[in-house]
């Protein structure tokens, strides 16, 4: 994968989805090489844990595709269950996880490569934490990458935690 610091061939859309990719990639880096019990691991004051982060991006990124593709999110959990969007559950594994984010992904990069414009947009559903407004394709990746910046700082954190490992050298 190209570093978004190199020269990117291509046009915006292909340079937004780089840097979606780059910041995927951060995140799921943070959770190579450890046992499932290290990944489930809380090892600051957080309850966040590597194999947390990794559910809780995926199901972001799908949510979002979701509404900028009109479709229902068909693993929309109810409020009262935001938490188990944190933590894997049953039969649910790092590598389960990891490989259901593979998925979203693809299909992520396929919607944003077949919409005609970055300028088309979806509204957003009512809620108290978005703004009674529409946003565009650009916006939702723009989005995406502050989220998973947001989220692959925690997860240097913990994985430094964990065994010292920095994601930095």
Do not use: Y
């Amino acid at each position: 994968m190209a570093h978004p610091t190199e020269e990117i061939p291509g046009d915006e859309r292909g340079t937004l989805l780089l840097f979606v990719e780059n910041q995927r990639e951060a995140l799921r880096q943070a959770a190579r090489g450890l046992t499932e019990e290290q990944a489930a691991s809380r090892p600051t004051v957080s309850e966040l844990s590597l194999s947390g982060l990794v559910k809780h991006a995926a199901e972001v990124e799908l949510n979002w595709l979701r509404m900028a593709q009109g479709k229902p999110n068909e693993h929309h959990r109810a409020p009262e269950a935001w938490h188990e969007g944190f933590r894997l559950t049953e039969d649910e594994t790092t590598a389960s996880a990891l490989a259901f984010w593979d998925g979203v992904k693809e299909e992520t990069d396929a919607f944003v490569t077949s919409v005609p414009s970055l300028d088309d947009s979806f509204a957003l559903p009512p809620a108290p934490w978005f703004p009674d407004a529409e946003v565009s394709i650009r916006w939702m990746l723009l989005h995406l990458v502050r989220e998973f910046a947001r989220h692959a700082g925690h997860a240097d954190i913990i994985r430094e935690s964990l065994d010292g490992t920095k994601a930095m050298g």
